[in-house]
């Protein structure tokens, strides 16, 4: 077992993905807002999800923040994560006027524009030479900030998308990623592992082998398509039915989560299905357990009404939150949760029915028809403060008839965000459409849970398509 890990409350953090990741290194973690044990503990992580205002306005205020900034400057082992390496810099793009750290001599800049804003997927990671802790692989990125030039006296990993931004930066025994490892599967698992291992100055038995940016080869500009499990659950259990009725038992989430990851799954959604219809919260004791047994990223919804709910959801273990009936009842919600957690941690779900050569809004798991159109909704979402956007095709859902191209592509053309594709997948050749139609990722649930494909099925089905995947 490794010594005991500190893992810093900063009041929006995804402590429970965190200390998951590190519970599956046999290492102790333990949550602390003291400054004076960061800066005596052997090793600290500064976690990140939220807004760079918020958090970084009261670090900057604290003893705490003064602790990790000495701790730092110190070489002490140190492992700052997404928000938490912009929260090193001096300042950031999205909040002017609000001082970072300063620990690093540079300012966050907002990924440019004519890309999808915030960058969610696997994105290819390059480490440059000099990095001993970093290599080169496909992580899991979620933010629309990030530094554009390498700190002096840093060595440093890069990731394109609409130009060339830091992954991450090592020195020493101090390793601060843009990107989150502990939801990058096993190649975050093993970087976790270099940085456990790392002596006091950084130095590890052997160097690793490192992917040079300036080499030739294949490159890509933007984050990989995901394979997105969903897991509708009702009373504990996993179900499925078709158009949101007929629900059948599917098995136990936990258990469904854990073979989905090991196919190769990209990300999960949890939904409870049945919250919302029940005026009820979530049932948060089923994203403990699917958190405690993946390393992957895991998007949550049902019956979130509040910036409190869908604190509690993140505290289970959930990376983003998604609402649906409640932002519809209030947009004002989607303004409040990314004003606290970052748009990245808000997600609208939008479930749309065709109706008269448009499409509707329908809320309450399909139950309620808004006379809202669908794509106006998404956009009115987009500038409110959603992140992404589930979009299922209620007409499509449970039937494996393939997904509603023509409103997958009207909504992408209308929001700069990512989008989801759900409803009425069945094969390879259906996502590689709806992938085509603008969706960055394609949600499916029955084909997996009758077991007539495994995500690794699909993927080598999109790989033959010509559909770049990660492996």
Known sequence: MSEEVLVVRTGTANLASVRAAFDRLDTVTRVTESAGEVEGAARVVLPGVGSFGAV??????????????????????????????QLLAEGSEEAPGVAGLGVIPATVRSLPPGVRRPQLGWNRVLAASGCRL?????AYFANSFALAEAPSGWSCAWFEHGGRFVAAVERGAVLACQFHPELSGAWGR??????????????????????????????????????????????GRVVKGVRFEGLR???????????????????LVVLDVSATPE??????????????????????????????????LLE??????????????????????AG???????????????????????????????????????RAAAVAGAGEILLTSWDRDGTRAGYDTALIAAVSGAV???????????????MARALAAGAGAVLAASIFHDNDATVGDIKAGLARLGVEVRQ
């Open 190 to 235: 093993s970087l976790l592992g270099r940085w456990l291992g790392a002596g006091p100055d950084g130095a590890r038995p052997s160097p690793a082998p490192v992917l040079d940016p300036s080499a030739p080869g294949p490159r890509r500009s933007s984050p990989l398509p995901r394979i997105i499990p969903c897991l509708d659950v009702d009373g």
């Open 134 to 138: 970093l290599r080169g692989g496909d």
């Open 316 to 337: 289970a273990g959930a990376d983003k939150v998604a609402v649906n009936t409640a932002a519809v009842r209030r947009p004002e919600l989607l303004e409040e949760l």
């Open 249 to 267: 038992d599917a098995g136990d989430p936990a258990e469904l989560a854990a073979a989905y990851a090991a196919q190769g799954a990209d990300e």
């Open 56 to 85: 970084a306005a009261g670090l900057t205020r604290s003893a705490l923040g003064r602790a990790i900034g000495r701790r730092i400057a110190a070489g002490r082992p140190t492992l700052a994560v997404c928000l938490g390496l």
């Open 279 to 312: 005026g009820r919260g979530h049932s948060f004791e089923t994203v403990r357990r699917v958190r405690a047994a993946v390393g992957i990223p895991v998007t949550a919804g049902g019956g979130v009404r509040t910036v409190a709910d869908a604190t509690l």
């Open 416 to 430: 700069a965000v990512p989008v989801i594709a759900s409803g009425g997948a069945d094969t390879p050749g259906h």
């Open 340 to 378: 606290r957690f970052g748009r990245q941690c808000t997600v609208l779900a939008l479930d749309a029915r065709g109706t008269g050569g448009r499409w509707e809004v329908v809320v309450r798991s399909g139950r309620e028809r808004t006379g809202i159109d669908a794509v106006a909704w998404a």
